[in-house]
């Protein structure tokens, strides 16, 4: 079994400063963790994804996230942010070990980007 | 990247109305579609995995019966909506996926709204 929780359901931040969006996964087997974003009444995006290679993954819009197997975490960072990142992100698992590579998503957190 | 278009992008309807939704793999061969269900503010719910030219697999809890799933080739599975309802009112979205392990690419979404 997979699931995904992400620990806060809003973060608001100010234009130029560092965004931190955390995710935290359970998983049977080796997983794959991605992070989408969503703007408004849109499909999903993918920011970028990790897949037992390194344990640091570089995205698209400057994002990153860092795999820690021992905290089971996939945390989403950026050092500066921008109006335009204002949006919903999703944390997804897959495990490796499921044929149908079906993905688990987080609750989501809405990222908010004050002026 | 991988394209995928999903048709249309918002409906209004009457009750009683069955509604058709199509999603397209533009750049690539779908060998698997699913579709999703999001309701406002909340994350994405698995409804259904399409293999092509096999029938639909639906999650627990979503009748097969009332959303029709064909995925007739690489690049086109459609979702109907059979006599809808105003609680099958939702943002639908699909996505795509290539061979197994690789991510899946989904659509803008289609807001459907039963009156």
């Known amino acids: 079994a997979q699931s995904v929780t992400q620990l806060d359901s809003h973060v608001s931040v100010s234009e130029g400063t560092p965004v931190l969006l955390r995710c935290n996964y359970s998983?049977?087997?080796?997983?794959?963790l991605f992070w989408y974003v969503q703007h408004p009444n849109k499909g999903l995006q993918l920011l970028l994804k990790?897949?037992?290679?390194?344990?640091l993954v570089k995205g698209i819009n400057g994002f990153e996230a860092e795999f820690k197997k021992s905290e089971t975490s996939f945390h989403l960072t950026k050092p500066s942010a921008h109006m335009s990142d204002a949006a919903e992100y999703f944390c997804?698992?897959?495990?490796?070990?499921?044929?149908?590579?079906?993905?688990?998503f987080g609750g989501g957190t809405r990222l908010m980007v004050k002026p | 990247g991988a394209v995928v278009s999903q048709h249309p992008s918002r409906v209004i309807c009457k009750s009683g109305t069955s509604v058709k939704i199509e999603c397209r793999s533009l750049?690539?061969?779908?060998?698997?579609m699913f579709w999703y269900r999001q309701f406002p503010k909340q994350s994405l719910m698995l409804m259904a995995t399409?293999?092509?030219?096999?029938?639909?697999?639906?999650e627990q809890g979503v009748e097969k019966d009332k959303f029709l799933i064909n995925h007739a080739s690489l690049t086109l599975s459609t979702l109907t909506v059979t006599s809808a309802h105003p609680e099958d009112s939702s943002f639908y979205i699909c996505?795509?996926?290539?061979?197994?392990?690789?991510?899946?690419?989904f659509g803008d979404g289609t807001r459907l709204s039963i009156l």
């Open positions: 399409s293999n092509e030219g096999s029938k639909a697999t639906y």
């Open positions: 996505s795509a996926r290539g061979v197994s392990g690789q991510p899946q690419h």
């Open positions: 998983s049977s087997y080796s997983p794959s």
């Open positions: 990790y897949t037992s290679a390194a344990t």
């Open positions: 750049d690539f061969q779908a060998t698997t």
């Open positions: 997804v698992v897959s495990d490796l070990g499921n044929a149908g590579n079906m993905l688990t």
